[in-house]
T-cell receptor
Framework: QKEVEQNSGPLSVPEGAIASLNCTYS??????FFWYRQYSGKSPELIMS????GDKEDGRFTAQLNKASQYVSLLIRDSQPSDSATYLC????????????FGAGTQVVVTP | DTGVSQDPRHKITKRGQNVTFRCDPI?????LYWYRQTLGQGPEFLTY????????KSRLLSDRFSAERPKGSFSTLEIQRTEQGDSAMYLC??????????????FGPGTRLTVL
């Protein structure tokens, strides 16, 4: 069973600080990795995708990928109360035509 | 609004009844996915279409579940003889197969099913 693991949290972050979220995956040959944000009662919203080792920055978000360690992370800089949500890590399975395997999500709470 | 749409947004039904959900993908997207999400869990894959062809179906999907995408546009997901364990958020996502390895999936608002 291929797995995607995340700490469930909650991760409490002071406003203005950096939130660091981690995700590990078991499928060694996975190629595509995604971070989704999900507010309570809403559907997941794609915020970042990353395919190559290293860092990818988009605004206040930075995704980091290390395929050798099977590890992907998300940094949220200058955290705002509106960033309070559950962040889902998703991995595209290599033996599938696009099916995503999701972690259970990390709840982030940004405190003013 | 050019995003993924789903209908209905909420459905309450009694155990044993049949329900059907509809998903309209982003217009130029040829791939459509159905996922199910329960409280505290990430979305769980159910099935996938490329155009009108159903290419993959989860082993977890019982034969009470059926999905169609008859003209390669909208899709329907039907659950027959609903059980209380079917209560969940049913999510539809779509993506564009542009020939690139990676396909970003965009989700609709979901249909929340409650089986009494």
């Amino acid at each position: 069973q291929k797995e995607v693991e995340q700490n469930s949290g909650p991760l409490s972050v002071p406003e203005g600080a950096i939130a660091s979220l981690n995700c590990t995956y078991s499928d060694r040959v996975s190629q595509s990795f995604f971070w989704y944000r999900q507010y309570s009662g809403k559907s997941p919203e794609l915020i970042m995708s990353i395919y190559s080792n290293g860092d990818k920055e988009d605004g206040r978000f930075t995704a980091q990928l290390n395929k050798a360690s099977q590890y992907v992370s998300l940094l949220i800089r200058d955290s705002q109360p509106s960033d309070s949500a559950t962040y889902l890590c998703a991995v595209r399975e290599t033996d599938s035509w696009g099916k995503l395997q999701f972690g259970a999500g990390t709840q982030v709470v940004v405190t003013p | 609004d050019t995003g993924v749409s789903q209908d209905p947004r909420h459905k309450i039904t009694k155990r044993g009844q049949n329900v059907t959900f509809r998903c309209d993908p982003i217009s130029e997207h040829n791939r459509l996915y159905w996922y199910r999400q329960t409280l505290g869990q990430g979305p769980e894959f159910l099935t996938y279409f490329q155009n009108e062809a159903q290419l993959e179906k989860s082993r977890l999907l019982s034969d009470r579940f059926s999905a169609e995408r008859p003209k390669g546009s909208f899709s329907t997901l039907e659950i027959q003889r609903t059980e209380q364990g079917d209560s969940a958020m049913y999510l539809c996502a779509s993506s564009l197969n542009s020939g690139v390895l990676h396909n970003e999936q965009f989700f609709g608002p979901g249909t929340r099913l409650t089986v009494l």
